[in-house]
Each structure stands twice: as C-alpha cells, then as structure tokens.
C-alpha cells in the first residue's frame, strides 16, 4: 500500500519557486525551523546522545528527513554537524532542495537527497539511523499506520523518531484551516485536509505497536502576527511528539 498522495504532491509542487522565500506563502514552515531543531536536539540528548563538538552538536548522529520538501529542516541541521538523508516523494521539491544545498558548500557534503516514499526507502535502508523526522508530513500522507511502521523500520535500536502535526480536533480546523488559511492567509489555502489531522493519543498508539515508547508530547503555538512559534502546555491544534525505538517488531 502507498503512502503517497498524489494530491498533496501536485499541490505542494506548486511552491517550488518560492520554497525558499522566507516572506512566501510557507514563511510559517520557515520560522517554525529553529524550534523543530531544538526539539531535535533536545530529545537526542535526553534520550542519550552526548554531545562531543559543542560547534557542531549533533556531528555523527545519522538522521532521515522524511518527507523533507525543498530542505528547509534538513539543511538547518546539517548546519549542526548531522548527516542528514532527506526523503520526499515530490519530484520538483527534490530538485529544489538538490539545487539550493549547492549554495552551502559547507553542508553539501553531509547532506543527501532522494527522490523516493519511505515504503520505497526503508527495505534497504533498515536500522541504519539515529533519528528519523516526519516533520509536517503525517498530515499529508495516505496510511498513516504503514507511514510510521516504515519511518521506524529505518531507526537503529535506541533511536528517536520526532513526529509535528496537527491534532484533530475543532480548534484545530478552526485555527489551523479556517483562520490560517481562508482568513490570515498564513498557509496557501487547500494545504490540509481536516480529515487527515492526526490526534497524538493515535500517533503514540501507531508507534506503541512498532516498538516505540513516547517520552514527550508537546503542544506547539505560533503568533499569527509575528509568525513566531513556541511550546505550549496545550496540544489542541499543534504539537511535537518524540519516541524511542525500544525493541523489534515484525512489520
């Protein structure tokens, strides 16, 4: 079964010029990076890693960025010393994200981008990574259940995987649709489907059943009016979740 939505690729597509326009019609997936990159860090390092170059804090931890777009994500932390895998199944978005990496010379080498889906990826990519990021991705895919057991097929033992979405609940499709798209126009409109947001009681439950024990779950909030975001103590539209791949399932 795929997890591709040949919809979501199509419209998200359509970005490709502007991916990388901070000011554009995805400035909130922009300044929603530093804080995606800290929560990375952070469970890394709660979950055990130690870090040895405090330049480069997560030099030699090995991360697949699925569902990876143009690189935004993916880029930022390579700037912190990880080797990061950036999958996505957008054709043009990997070509956008190949060519602005060129720009960086100091991060091209450690960073590795592939046209693929993660069902297409994980059989000989098992166990290979420290972390694996489904970062504003869940929402979008078809099978979420096969999505995550994939995204886990792919982590070492002991590895994390960080998962941000939107939970389905109506505050969130009035906030995150309603508001955001059709009246703040903070997200081009026709970017997410309510019926496709995701509750973090589910997400944990998928990943209980791949081997994962949930350490975190986070609720997440954005200032529309500086495009701002931050944590929050409430989970109601946005939020982080963060596991542990505890023991081998079969999948």
Avoid at 123 to 142: C, F, G, M, T
Avoid at 145 to 162: A, D
Avoid at 227 to 240: A, D, L, M, P
């Amino acid at each position: 079964m795929s997890t591709v939505d040949p919809r979501e690729i199509e419209h998200l597509s359509k970005f490709k010029n502007i991916w990388w326009d901070e000011n554009g019609p995805i400035k909130l997936l922009h300044s929603f990076t530093p804080l995606r990159v800290q929560f990375v860090r952070d469970g890394l390092a709660n979950a055990g890693f130690k870090i040895q170059n405090p330049a480069l804090p997560l030099e030699g931890v090995k991360i697949a960025d699925v569902g990876c777009g143009g690189g935004i994500l993916a880029e930022r932390l390579a700037r912190i010393g990880a080797h990061v895998t950036g999958i996505d199944a957008a054709t043009e978005l990997i070509d956008i994200a190949k060519e602005h990496v060129k720009l960086d010379p100091t991060i091209s080498e450690r960073v590795n981008y592939i046209q693929t889906s993660i069902e297409e990826f994980s059989p000989e990519n098992e166990k290979l990574y420290d972390a694996v990021i489904a970062s504003e991705v869940i929402e979008h895919v078809e099978n979420p259940e096969i999505f995550l057991k994939e995204c886990v097929r792919i982590l070492k033992p002991s590895g994390s995987i960080f998962v941000t979405t939107i939970n389905k609940t109506l505050i969130s499709w009035l906030g995150a649709i309603v508001i955001a798209e059709y009246i703040l126009n903070l997200i081009p409109r026709g970017t997410h489907e309510w019926n496709k947001f995701i509750a973090p009681h589910q997400v944990q439950h998928m990943l209980d059943n791949c081997g994962c024990k949930t350490k975190l779950i986070h609720g997440l909030k954005v200032n529309p009016l500086t495009s701002q975001w931050s944590w929050s103590s409430f989970t109601t539209i946005n939020y982080g979740l963060h596991a542990v791949k505890e023991r081998e399932t079969k999948i």
